[in-house]
């Protein structure tokens, strides 16, 4: 029996007007920001749902595009009802065929990954949840002569996506070596040299870049410092190959921060100055304001208080003028709440504790809840800053807020910024 055909969503198309797939798309990622909301929209995202090939939107992007059309359903878009979509089988009389597979599963968002985020504690239950060996994440092995196309490709761009998701959720601890399955998939594709075009094989270098970017950050983030550069390392010489000059600046970005927490403070000057003459022909002041602050706390790991003020004040510069549609889709985590936790981290490293706290304040105010990670690394900061500061009680009470909201979260980083918070309380009581 042949598999149904996708039916196109007029209505949907009619709602773009005379926006072209990728203004609207740009519209799309500017009305998530509105409401706090992370949704990875591009010119084929619209396309596909403009050919019926996404009948039903994930939730993020259902409360975007109801927070753009106020008053319209998800029926007055063009979208059909999720349960007929999604996660219910329809039941099926006796020797009737089984029904379309795209009646069960959305490659956008699979109710798998759905309940991972509502429901698991662990983040190794979510990662083993997500499947990335079998389900929504898994990315297929070269075979033979077949020709690497538009499948794998999204495949691998869509592993990246479901990492940055479960990382801003549960942290690293349980994701990592879980990680390492698709991204060894994704560099085999790229080994097998068969892409079926051009624009398919520079797509698949730069998903295969990110994926080790993220691998190398779960490495990173869960103490595995020689792996995280392993891995940034294979994303740089991918960028080089590819001459992906964003592929080439983000790999720099990581390293940068990678080399200051291992206190080559030097080294992660130098990658951070790489990074910023990377991005320099790319369109995203904000790339640009976040290797500022990579470069600013080198230099606050240095002890170089003027150098670190000045790229500070060019971190803010580039900051002021805003979001732009050239900000790379891995940047979503850096608003207002990174940058002043970034600066709270160059005023510590400088000794300079009230004024850190001040900042690392700020960011926990200004976090949105989504990203529970960063904010529970945010509040940890505070903590070790009041800590210093001399400010015990309302350190403790911000470090009790921290252990209270871990649920679900495994950080080694935030771990050991507590046990250091810890030892500085013991030793002002003593």
């Given at each position: 029996?042949?598999?149904?055909?996708?039916?196109?969503?007029?209505?949907?198309?009619?709602?773009?007007?005379?926006?072209?797939?990728?203004?609207?798309?740009?519209?799309?990622?500017?009305?998530?920001?509105?409401?706090?909301?992370?949704?990875?929209?591009?010119?084929?995202?619209?396309?596909?749902?403009?050919?019926?090939?996404?009948?039903?939107?994930?939730?993020?992007?259902?409360?975007?595009?109801?927070?753009?059309?106020?008053?319209?359903?998800?029926?007055?878009?063009?979208?059909?009802?999720?349960?007929?979509?999604?996660?219910?089988?329809?039941?099926?009389?006796?020797?009737?065929?089984?029904?379309?597979?795209?009646?069960?599963?959305?490659?956008?968002?699979?109710?798998?990954?759905?309940?991972?985020?509502?429901?698991?504690?662990?983040?190794?239950?979510?990662?083993?949840?997500?499947?990335?060996?079998?389900?929504?994440?898994?990315?297929?092995?070269?075979?033979?002569?077949?020709?690497?196309?538009?499948?794998?490709?999204?495949?691998?761009?869509?592993?990246?996506?479901?990492?940055?998701?479960?990382?801003?959720?549960?942290?690293?601890?349980?994701?990592?070596?879980?990680?390492?399955?698709?991204?060894?998939?994704?560099?085999?594709?790229?080994?097998?040299?068969?892409?079926?075009?051009?624009?398919?094989?520079?797509?698949?270098?730069?998903?295969?870049?990110?994926?080790?970017?993220?691998?190398?950050?779960?490495?990173?983030?869960?103490?595995?410092?020689?792996?995280?550069?392993?891995?940034?390392?294979?994303?740089?010489?991918?960028?080089?190959?590819?001459?992906?000059?964003?592929?080439?600046?983000?790999?720099?970005?990581?390293?940068?921060?990678l080399a200051r927490d291992a206190g080559r403070y030097r080294e992660a000057v130098r990658a951070?100055?790489?990074?910023?003459?990377?991005?320099?022909?790319?369109?995203?002041?904000?790339?640009?304001?976040?290797?500022?602050?990579?470069?600013?706390?080198?230099?606050?790991?240095?002890?170089?208080?003027?150098?670190?003020?000045?790229?500070?004040?060019?971190?803010?510069?580039?900051?002021?003028?805003?979001?732009?549609?050239?900000?790379?889709?891995?940047?979503?985590?850096?608003?207002?709440?990174?940058?002043?936790?970034?600066?709270?981290?160059?005023?510590?490293?400088?000794?300079?504790?009230?004024?850190?706290?001040?900042?690392?304040?700020?960011?926990?105010?200004?976090?949105?809840?989504?990203?529970?990670?960063?904010?529970?690394?945010?509040?940890?900061?505070?903590?070790?800053?009041?800590?210093?500061?001399?400010?015990?009680?309302?350190?403790?009470?911000?470090?009790?807020?921290?252990?209270?909201?871990?649920?679900?979260?495994?950080?080694?980083?935030?771990?050991?910024?507590?046990?250091?918070?810890?030892?500085?309380?013991?030793?002002?009581?003593?």
């Amino acid at each position: 029996m042949a598999m149904s055909r996708a039916v196109p969503n007029l209505a949907f198309r009619r709602l773009r007007g005379q926006h072209s797939p990728a203004e609207f798309a740009a519209a799309v990622r500017r009305a998530a920001r509105e409401i706090g909301e992370q949704v990875a929209c591009d010119a084929r995202y619209i396309g596909r749902v403009e050919a019926g090939e996404i009948r039903c939107p994930n939730y993020a992007y259902e409360r975007v595009f109801l927070h753009m059309f106020p008053g319209l359903g998800l029926a007055d878009l063009g979208f059909s009802a999720r349960e007929t979509v999604r996660g219910r089988r329809p039941a099926v009389s006796a020797g009737a065929p089984p029904p379309p597979a795209d009646t069960t599963r959305n490659d956008e968002e699979s109710d798998v990954l759905r309940r991972a985020f509502m429901t698991s504690g662990s983040a190794t239950v979510a990662a083993a949840s997500l499947g990335f060996g079998g389900t929504a994440a898994a990315i297929p092995s070269p075979r033979g002569t077949h020709r690497i196309g538009e499948t794998e490709v999204r495949a691998v761009e869509e592993a990246v996506r479901q990492i940055r998701l479960l990382d801003d959720r549960h942290g690293a601890d349980g994701l990592y070596k879980v990680a390492a399955q698709p991204l060894r998939a994704a560099y085999a594709l790229l080994d097998a040299g068969t892409a079926a075009r051009r624009s398919t094989e520079d797509r698949l270098h730069a998903g295969a870049g990110e994926l080790a970017i993220s691998v190398g950050w779960l490495a990173h983030d869960s103490g595995r410092f020689d792996d995280a550069r392993s891995h940034y390392a294979e994303a740089l010489a991918t960028a080089r190959v590819s001459g992906d000059a964003a592929l080439e600046a983000h790999a720099f970005c990581n390293t940068s921060f990678l080399a200051r927490d291992a206190g080559r403070y030097r080294e992660a000057v130098r990658a951070a100055q790489a990074g910023l003459r990377a991005a320099q022909p790319l369109s995203s002041a904000r790339l640009l304001s976040l290797l500022s602050l990579r470069e600013a706390g080198a230099w606050a790991g240095l002890g170089d208080r003027a150098a670190c003020e000045q790229s500070l004040g060019r971190a803010h510069t580039y900051f002021a003028r805003g979001q732009a549609d050239g900000d790379p889709e891995w940047m979503s985590f850096f608003g207002e709440p990174e940058l002043e936790a970034l600066e709270a981290h160059c005023w510590s490293a400088l000794g300079d504790w009230s004024r850190a706290a001040r900042h690392a304040h700020r960011a926990t105010v200004l976090q949105n809840p989504h990203f529970a990670r960063n904010l529970a690394l945010y509040r940890a900061q505070l903590a070790s800053n009041l800590a210093h500061a001399g400010r015990q009680d309302e350190a403790a009470a911000e470090a009790r807020r921290v252990v209270g909201s871990l649920d679900g979260v495994q950080s080694s980083r935030i771990r050991a910024i507590l046990t250091e918070t810890g030892r500085v309380l013991a030793a002002g009581a003593r």
